[in-house]
């Protein structure tokens, strides 16, 4: 029987429970967000709104340990955490396998919602020792998404650099090669995100231009996988021959 798949942003198709290969930055930067909110047990008395969270779904959530539920499992409580549904500490609590499960499944749980819950926890008044974890990690996340053939996601960069602070760490972890998945996802993400990049509107001026000149120092190894590509893939190599005027026509 064949595999169930998805598209991925890069056009590639992908069986679900493909088995994933991780950067050791990345495992160890999951490992990190689990040591650091250990201290958060889980509150089986965890309120919530009658409406909208009944027995049975809290009973998901007691039914394995942390790294054990699944994506489905975590997902009702990962759309109501702290506003209908537990508290800030609850949330610290799963909060490392939301991380792991949106760094390695990319099917059941939705970025920007993270991004939500931490901006409504005011997490950026958290503790240092709280904070510099889930930087390290989104660092780590950005890092592995861009060696991957199927799972990069160019609409992240704006959610991981404001995350942040700035959009320097991510830049710094993309080593573009030519030969890998790192080449491939730049042409993707020049085509398919920063032409759409507008300040004011998600992005500010110094991150613009910051990100305009990164992509500017690029553009002879994009010109040159115009033609490593010209051949064996022309319809590609029109996409990067598009790319290329956008990064040298910027100024």
């Known amino acids: 029987m064949e595999l169930d798949k998805f598209t991925t942003s890069v056009g590639g198709v992908v069986p679900l429970n493909w088995p994933l290969k991780m ?38 959530l007691y039914s394995k340990p942390l790294k054990q539920l699944s994506g489905q499992e975590l997902s009702h409580y990962y759309l ?27 099917e059941t749980l939705q970025v920007f919602i993270i991004f939500e819950h931490l901006d409504y926890a005011n997490w950026d008044t958290w503790n240092l020792d709280e904070r510099e974890p889930i930087k390290s990690f989104l660092i780590a996340w950005w890092e592995d998404s861009t060696l991957s053939e199927f799972y990069f996601n160019g609409e992240e960069f704006l959610y991981f650099g404001s995350a942040i602070g700035s959009f320097q760490p991510l830049l710094d972890n993309w080593n573009i090669s030519i030969d890998n998945p790192t080449f491939k996802n730049l042409i993707h993400f020049i085509f398919g995100e920063f032409q759409q990049y507008k300040i004011g509107k998600g992005i500010d001026e110094e991150a613009f231009y910051l990100l305009r000149n990164w992509l500017a120092g690029h553009a002879s190894i994009i010109e040159k996988g115009f033609y490593y590509y010209e051949k064996s893939d022309p319809a590609f190599a029109q996409t990067i021959s598009f790319c290329y005027d956008i990064v040298t026509k910027m100024y």
């Open 80 to 106: 109501k955490a702290m506003t209908t549904w537990g508290g800030v500490n609850d949330f610290k609590h799963f909060l490392p396998r939301f991380f792991e499960i949106l760094a390695t499944d990319k």
């Open 23 to 60: 950067t050791e930055n990345l495992k160890t930067a999951i490992q990190n967000l689990y040591k650091t909110f250990s201290a958060y047990t889980l509150n089986r008395g965890m309120p919530g709104c009658p409406c909208c969270v009944n027995e049975a779904r809290q009973e998901v």
